[in-house]
């Protein structure tokens, strides 16, 4: 292929599209039974007692108290069970099972059973951190002692729910006596059979897992499907059957885990010549319940601190907080679209009250090749985020728009958001944590097969690994085969998150791939094993989070134009402008899809998408209620792509899935500023939140 | 009761059900249709679109009994179809789809959009085919793939 990112079509488009794809709930097995959940209906309580009527046969109920192995989901520390055993925690949380073979049966029991509690006093605000960390860049305190100006702001962000269209689920039943196997939608594969191991206390081999089609995940799921998972192998452990557990939209809107609301407060000093010299950052996030991945989602949220600016002194806390509410957990952009939005939004305020051009006081703060990281990293690649603003501000008719829009009032405005996205793992996790390692092997009759454990979730990974294959062996793609992930069959390539699929799976797929063309012999069957190596010049502490957080950095530019209208505040959004510098697209429509989706999430979360509790219990339990997007809300979109390409990265690229998302809130949000004149602090910014602005603040 | 009769991808069949049954689920149970996906229950996702005489429903929402004397089709059925086959290399060239479970309702949808409307605009076609969620693509490229379709098949609808 002269050039690989030169379209082609996806692998499965027939079967998608004719309806012959199997995801999760197409699945019979012979003797299926079904799960549905007990759970609370109290946000913070005592178990005191529970009455279970007397149950048909065939029928029966599942808890803390038949779990063989530990009571909780293996994440990353000891904290979120399986089932609540004493103490119930949110609203929703998991009590127990009901197992059998009819669904309306299982709803009458479930109504049938009495849980008795004694209430205990729920935590909503922010008081119980259960992650703490911090970092510092430069001497922040230092500044203080000359002449600056000290400007302060707070910014919070909403949940976010990720409305993936199909719904949580799996289907587990014994492969023999001694052997479990799971099928579902999920997105790490080797997350699932890990957490049942240790649920069941079952050794490795004892626990296959298998993916079906999975029908959107944007990180929801990642983690959450191990609690399932670990649910439905207890159960299948002692009732013998197979067992099917498929959520309905509103179980999975209420008890599923969502993006992090967060409350981020920033000082900014600033110097002579209008220059920032160091930001102070306060990160809270709200964890829900249990804390789960909340440490890794905080670690990214802090790392973002400075957004797509280099500043010199930086002092960094983040505090995980724990709530009496759902947990919350992955979600595309994993912490930083709260932080990008803040610091975009910060950036903007700060030139406003220094009575400065926002546009100028940013682009003379960027960050650039050579230039120092958070973390005192080094930014060792090429940015060329010059080049992209140039770009997307022309094609967008940016400047000229801010301007008119500026000098009158006829509620519309224009923004710009500039970010990147750390690609990949945080800190050192791919080399301590993860240790991916991918599998190719050619038999006899000269077929490929690709054997990994990523995930295609409809990002495409089942198009783009086979390619970057196929064409570094100079093979027809017929040539090789890529099965979804079965655990008995391919290694621990890691997990399907972070935007690591393409620049850490793909890359060693390359590398495998190179390998077996040295070593190619026709009609003989060949393994090849690559493991992942970090790139030496990588420098991590974990513990005081100094050094290279990341092994490459994806940059991004968005335009968002809008329209408010003067009467009912609704915002029209009239349309979205990006550049991406995302090394180098595998695909190119690949690309641009994931662009498209990403920043209508990404806008979508900065004025559309409303998700919130009251005392505990999530106010929208539908997509009636929680508004996602339509065809006719979403506005026309270009996207650009320039090319970086990145040594380290299959055919130079970097990540991309995330990227797309973390810039949109911000553009909106700067545009709908722009269009009511008034300062946005919180997103997203609703129509209630525009009146409260137009009415009690002035500008 | 009476059975019920309807006309299901070309097919007279007879059914002897609870006529208060969803209709999505005995397509998918009692005929193992599984091409029509639930993705909400309750009409606001689509995923779950069939043909109707020729329009779009929502199968999740409307009961068996409503389908006596009708002719129903599903992505099964209309996937036999040169109009189908119009519509999914659209789809494919023009990158409009990601994960695929919302995929065959937006087929339907443009189905039953271009079978009123063979040469929609752009803002027809995003309002027709407004009733199907997807979360992946952002839309602009399903937008762009029904209108391909309604040019490179023109005369088929």
């Not at chain 1, 390998?515 to 991590?540: M, S």
């Not at chain 1, 990403?598 to 997509?623: D, F, P, T």
Request: contains cysteine.
């Amino acid at each position: 292929m002269k050039n690989i990112s030169q379209s082609v079509p996806l692998v499965d488009y027939q079967e998608k599209a004719s309806g012959k794809t199997v995801f999760v709930n197409d699945i019979q097995m012979d003797e299926m039974h079904y799960a549905k959940t007990v759970r609370s209906e109290k946000a913070h309580a005592l178990i005191k007692n529970i009455i279970i009527p007397a149950l048909p046969d065939g029928y029966f109920t599942v808890d803390a108290a038949d779990i063989p192995g530990k009571n909780f989901v293996k994440i990353i520390g000891e904290d979120w069970p399986i089932f609540a055993k004493r103490t119930v925690n949110h609203i929703g949380e998991p009590i127990m099972l009901v197992v059998g073979k009819d669904k309306a049966v299982l709803e009458e029991i479930k109504r049938a059973i009495k849980i008795e509690y004694e209430e205990l006093t729920p935590v909503f605000d922010f008081q119980s951190s259960a992650v703490h960390k911090h970092y510092s860049k430069g001497d922040f305190e230092s500044l203080l002692e000359f002449p600056h100006r000290l400007i302060e702001h707070t910014y919070e962000t909403g949940y976010q729910e990720q409305a993936y269209i199909e719904p949580q689920g799996l289907i587990a039943g014994l492969e023999n006596d001694r052997k479990i196997k799971l099928v579902g939608s999920f997105q790490c594969p080797f997350y699932v059979k890990n957490a049942v191991q240790s649920a069941l206390g079952w050794e490795p081999k004892q626990v296959r897992v298998i993916q079906a089609a999975v029908g959107g995940a944007f990180g929801g799921k990642e983690e959450f499907p191990s609690l399932m998972a670990c649910q439905l192998a207890v159960a299948v452990n002692k009732i013998r059957k197979p067992i099917k557990m498929i959520y309905e939209r509103e179980e999975d809107m209420l008890v599923t885990t969502k993006r992090h609301p967060s409350r981020i407060k920033l000082s900014g000093i600033v110097g002579a010549n209008n220059r920032l010299l160091g930001i102070k950052a306060q990160i809270g996030l709200d964890g829900g319940a249990y804390v789960g991945l909340s440490s890794v989602v905080l670690a990214r949220s802090m790392l973002a601190v400075s957004g797509a600016y280099a500043i010199p002194n930086l002092d960094v806390t983040g505090d995980v907080y724990v709530t009496n509410t759902v947990p919350t957990g992955a979600f595309r952009g994993f912490g930083a679209p709260q932080m990008i939005f803040a610091i975009e939004m910060f950036m903007n305020h700060l030139a406003e009250e220094l009575k400065i051009p926002a546009y100028e006081f940013r682009m003379a703060h960027l960050a650039k090749q050579g230039d120092l990281t958070s973390t005192g990293g080094v930014f060792r690649d090429p940015i060329i985020l010059n080049e992209l603003i140039e770009k997307v501000a022309k094609v967008s008719g940016y400047h000229e728009k801010h301007q008119d829009y500026q000098a009158n009032n006829r509620f519309k405005g224009i923004g710009m958001s500039c970010f990147f996205h750390g690609c990949g793992f945080t800190g050192s996790g791919e080399s301590t944590h993860i240790k991916a390692q991918v599998k190719l092997r050619k038999d006899k009759s000269d077929q490929v097969f690709i054997l990994v454990a990523a995930v295609d979730m409809g990002q495409g990974a089942r198009t783009t690994l086979k390619k970057i294959v196929y064409d570094t062996l100079q093979i027809p793609a017929s040539q090789v085969t890529f099965e979804r992930p079965d655990t008995d069959d391919v290694p621990d390539s890691g997990p399907t998150v972070a935007s690591r699929t393409v620049m850490i799976v793909g890359g060693l797929l390359a590398r495998a791939a190179k390998k077996l063309r040295d070593q190619w012999v026709h009609n003989k069957e060949t393994t090849v094993i690559e493991k992942y190596q970090q790139p030496d010049f990588i420098k991590w502490d974990e513990d005081s989070m100094q050094g290279d957080a990341y092994p490459a950095y994806s940059w991004g530019v968005n335009v968002v134009e809008t329209e408010v209208d003067p009467v009912t505040y609704a915002v029209k959004v009239m349309g979205i402008w990006s550049a991406y510098d995302l090394g180098k697209a595998i695909d190119e429509r690949i690309i641009l899809g994931q662009a498209d989706g990403g920043i209508a999430q990404g806008v979508a979360y900065g004025y559309l998408e409303v998700m919130r509790h009251e005392s505990g219990m999530i106010k929208q339990r539908n997509l009636t209620d929680y508004i996602i997007p339509t065809s006719a809300d979403v506005a026309p979109t270009q996207t650009f792509l320039v090319e970086n390409p990145f040594a380290y990265g299959p055919y130079g690229a970097k990540g991309a899935g995330e990227l797309t998302l973390v810039g949109g809130a911000p553009a909106v949000a700067l545009a709908i500023e722009q269009a009511i004149k008034r300062q946005i602090h919180k997103i997203p910014a609703t129509p209630e939140y525009i009146m409260e602005l137009l009415n009690h603040e002035t500008n | 009761m009476k059975p019920i009769k309807f006309s299901l991808n070309g097919e007279e069949v007879e059914l002897d059900l609870n006529p208060s049954l969803r209709l999505l689920d005995v397509l998918r149970d009692h005929f193992h249709l599984t091409g029509s996906k639930e993705g909400c229950g309750e009409g606001e996702c689509g995923a779950c679109a069939v043909l109707l005489d020729g329009h779009i429903i929502n199968s999740c929402c409307f009961p068996l009994g409503n389908i006596n004397g009708h002719s129903l089709v599903t992505i099964e059925g209309y996937s036999k179809t040169k109009r189908y086959k119009a519509l999914e290399e659209a789809f494919s060239e023009e990158g409009g789809m990601q994960c695929g479970f919302c995929t065959p309702g937006m087929i339907i949808a443009a189905e039953s959009l271009l079978n009123k409307n063979p040469h929609p605009t752009e803002d027809a076609i995003r309002i027709g085919i407004s009733g199907n969620l997807c979360r992946c693509t952002g839309y602009n490229m399903i937008v762009k793939a029904v209108k391909r379709a309604s040019e490179k098949g023109a005369g088929l609808w």
